[in-house]
C-alpha cells in the first residue's frame, strides 16, 4: 500500500506537448493520474487560454460512530466532474525579456475556475 502511494504521487501527472499556433500560446494536453481525467488548454487569445478538464473524482469520508444517520464506517464516492477554466497570462513578455522559461503556457496568471 504504501509503495501504491509512493508511485501516485510520484506520477501526478503526465505532460504531452501539442503543437504552436501564431499566438505564441501553445496547446497543451495533460493527463493526470491522482484525480483522474484529460487537461486540455488551447488559446483563446494572445495572452489567454481556455482549459477543459473531464474526469472522474474519487472521495471517502467517515461517519461517526455517534452519528444519527447510518452505521458508522467509511463511505466512498465516485462521481465524474467537469472542470472549466479560463487563465490570463499577464507576464510572458517580461519572462521573455529575462529569458525565463515559458514553454507551456508557463507565466503567472490569474484565472477564474
Do not use: C
Not at 467517515?62 to 499577464?90: A, C, M, Q, V, W
Request: aromatic letters at 14%.
Amino acid at each position: 500500500m504504501k509503495n501504491l502511494f509512493i508511485a501516485l504521487f510520484t506520477f501526478l501527472s503526465i505532460t504531452s506537448i501539442g503543437q504552436n499556433n501564431t499566438l505564441g500560446l501553445q496547446r497543451v494536453l495533460r493527463v493526470n493520474v491522482l484525480n483522474p481525467g484529460i487537461e486540455y488548454e488551447f488559446p483563446v487569445s494572445k495572452k489567454a487560454v481556455f482549459a477543459i478538464n473531464p474526469g472522474i473524482g474519487w472521495n471517502s469520508s467517515f461517519i461517526s460512530s455517534r452519528s444519527p444517520i447510518g452505521d458508522p464506517g467509511l463511505t466512498h464516492f465516485i462521481s465524474p466532474f467537469l472542470d472549466i477554466e479560463y487563465k490570463n497570462i499577464y507576464n510572458r513578455d517580461a519572462r521573455t525579456m529575462k529569458s525565463q522559461n515559458i514553454a507551456y503556457n508557463s507565466g503567472n496568471y490569474w484565472g477564474i475556475r
